[in-house]
Every structure is written in C-alpha cells, then in structure tokens.
C-alpha cells in the first residue's frame, strides 16, 4: 500500500505547539481533519478511538517516535497526518524518552490486514535513521511530504508476478531481530508466516555427559531460535532476502541466521492467520 496516496502535503505541520499527549492528539486530530474526505467524522469520535487504542499500550515506540493509531467505523478508507517536535513530546513512549516525530493513522475497522500493513510500512521508514533526521530538519509541510514520499517510494516493492511458490525458512538465533523481519512481511503483504521455537544442536550436545564440558565452547546463549516459515514467490524471494541484510547485514559474512528456500510443488489451504 503506498503511504503517499494516503498522506497529503495539507496533513503535515512543522513544530506542534502542543507539549503534553492529550493536547498533541487533539492538534494532530485537527490537522488530520484538513483533509476534506474527513468533515463528516466528528472530532470527539476520532480522539475517543484513539484514546481507546492507547489503553492497550503507548504507541510511543521509544527512541522518538510515535504512531498513534486507531479504527473507526464508517470510514472506507485510510488517513494520514505527520507533525515534529524538536523540543520533543511526553508521550509516555516505551522508552520513557520525549517522542520528536509523530505519524497518526485512521482507518477502517474492517481492513485489519491493510491497517498491519500500513503500520508496519510507518513503522519501517521512521527507524531509518536518514529519513529521521531529513523529518526534523524540514522547515516546511511541502518538506514532510516530499521526505515521506522519498522514503515509501523506496520501500515501496514492486508487484509480483504469479509463478511457482518457495517455502522460505529463516533460522534466526539473534531473536532482537525478530520483529523487525516480521514487521518486513507484514510490509510486503505475506500474512502468512509462521514462527516455531527451535533449538540447536549446542542446546543437545551440551545435556549429554561426554560433551558437558564444551558448554561454553559451543555458547548456551545460542541454543535457542526462532525458525520462520513463509510462502513467497521466486521474484519476491531475492528482494525479500535483501531487505533481511539490510536489517542484519551480510549473511555469509555472520553467524546467527541463516535463510533457506524450498521449491513448492503444491499448496492447499492457507498459513494466513490474520
């Protein structure tokens, strides 16, 4: 889903001039209401669902940004603002840490799967650390816009082709990684991953009495991964196997991860939970 068809340059604003959460949800609901597909929508409906969605946890992810989010009933399709803060918002972020940059999303309450994907496209673009910066030095709403643009458009992938499935396993043993390469699926639109716990061969070796002593050799910390499964296309596999890099690095040149892919002769039924 492209963000920049959702986001117009009319729901971004430079510096808030809120400083508290409940008064920067409020400026942002109002920036968000510029857009004109929205004057039917009551404010107070808006905020409340918002409020509801904070209940569950902040959405203040830590290290200084925030994604408040929510669905609302009636509305058909998805709405953009982003606003900065260079002297920073309490936000009651994870992290406990003044939130600079803040993306509100409204959509449909029945398109969770798009509303994953939206987040989870968000979510990606305002970690990098180059499209953080160029938010926060923007002197203008016409510079959000563009730097939003900029980022969506390179995440963006391109359709793929119909074609003989893979089943792609990645075998993760760095689990810090984990949400980061689901948060990329979801992205890409595979719904339909699955996670295992899994053990190496150390977690073994290291219970049997001959091999005891190698424990530490053969590192405790490491025993245990994550194994995912996805079914993906061939053309999506390489683009996908890149992205993974770009969030671990070089695979051949590391230890803890490894991706493997199977061709798949038949499919029946679905691994989409969501």
């Known amino acids: 889903m492209k963000i920049y068809e959702k986001l117009s340059k009319e729901c971004c604003q430079v510096e808030l001039s ?19 597909a929205l004057s ?6 808006i905020l409340d669902s918002l409020w509801e969605r904070e209940k569950l946890g902040s959405t203040g992810l830590g290290n200084g940004i925030a994604i408040p989010h929510c669905k609302i009933d009636g509305l058909t399709d998805f ?19 003044k939130v600079h940059i803040i993306f509100l999303m409204i959509g449909p309450d029945d398109k969770p799967n798009e509303h994953l994907q939206l987040l989870s496209t968000i979510s990606r673009i305002l970690r990098d650390e180059k499209t953080k910066n160029e938010l926060l030095k923007a002197q203008s709403p016409e510079a959000i816009y563009e730097t939003v643009v900029m980022a969506s458009r390179e995440k963006l992938q391109k359709s793929v082709l119909t074609e003989t499935q893979k089943l792609m396993i990645i075998i993760l043993y760095e689990q810090k990684y984990l949400e980061d390469i689901l948060e990329l699926l979801i992205e890409l639109g595979i719904k339909g991953s699955t996670v295992i716990d899994s053990i190496g061969m150390g977690g073994i070796l290291t219970k049997v009495p001959l091999f005891a ?22 053309t999506e596999l390489v683009s996908i196997v890149k992205e993974i890099e770009g969030i671990m690095g070089d695979l051949d040149k590391r230890s803890g991860a490894a991706i493997i892919a199977l061709d798949v002769s038949m499919v029946k039924g679905t691994m989409e939970s969501m």
């Open 18 to 36: 809120s400083k508290r959460k409940d008064e920067v949800l409020e400026e942002l609901v109002s920036l968000l209401k510029k857009s004109t």
């Open 40 to 45: 039917e929508i009551d404010d107070e409906k």
């Open 79 to 97: 709405f953009l603002a982003i606003a900065t803060s260079k002297k920073g918002v309490h936000f009651e972020a994870l992290d406990n840490k």
């Open 213 to 234: 002593d190698f424990i530490n050799f053969l590192g405790q910390n490491k025993n245990f991964s994550k194994t995912i499964l996805a079914l993906v296309s061939g």
